[in-house]
C-alpha cells in the first residue's frame, strides 16, 4: 500500500502547467515535527522543531481549485501516494525527485 497523509503549511504560491490537456499544480508543503528526549535525571527535554518540505502535484479539477485557493501559507490536509521519478538534465547528469501526487485534500483554516 502506498498512501501519505500530510498536515502542513504551503511553501509557495503553485506553479502551474499543462500535460496532455490536464492542468497540473506543484508546489510545496512543509510538515513540523515536534521532538522530545528524556535527560538522564528523567526530566523530559524539548528539542528544536524539525521541518520536512515535501514536494506536491495535483492533477485536472484538483488543481484548478489550487490555482484559484491555494497560496503561500495555506494550511492542508493532504492524502496521496509517494512517486519517485529520474530524468537527464542539460548536463546529462542524472537526477531524482520525490513527489505527493494528491488523491484528496482539505484547505484547512490558519
Do not use: C
Not at 502551474?16 to 497540473?24: A, F, G, I, K
Amino acid at each position: 500500500m502506498n498512501k501519505v497523509i500530510l498536515l502542513g503549511n504551503v511553501g509557495q504560491d503553485p506553479r502551474m502547467r499543462m500535460v496532455d490537456s490536464s492542468q497540473v499544480a506543484e508546489f510545496s508543503l512543509a510538515t513540523n515535527e515536534r521532538r522530545s528526549t528524556r535527560a538522564a535525571d528523567g526530566s523530559i527535554v524539548e528539542l528544536p522543531e524539525l521541518t520536512e518540505w515535501h514536494n506536491i502535484v495535483m492533477w485536472g479539477r484538483a488543481a484548478e481549485f489550487a490555482e484559484k485557493y491555494i497560496r503561500k501559507g495555506s494550511r492542508l490536509l493532504i492524502e496521496g501516494k509517494i512517486r519517485t521519478r529520474t530524468w537527464e538534465d542539460r548536463n546529462a547528469i542524472k537526477r531524482n525527485i520525490t513527489e505527493i501526487y494528491v488523491d484528496s485534500f482539505e484547505l484547512l483554516p490558519r
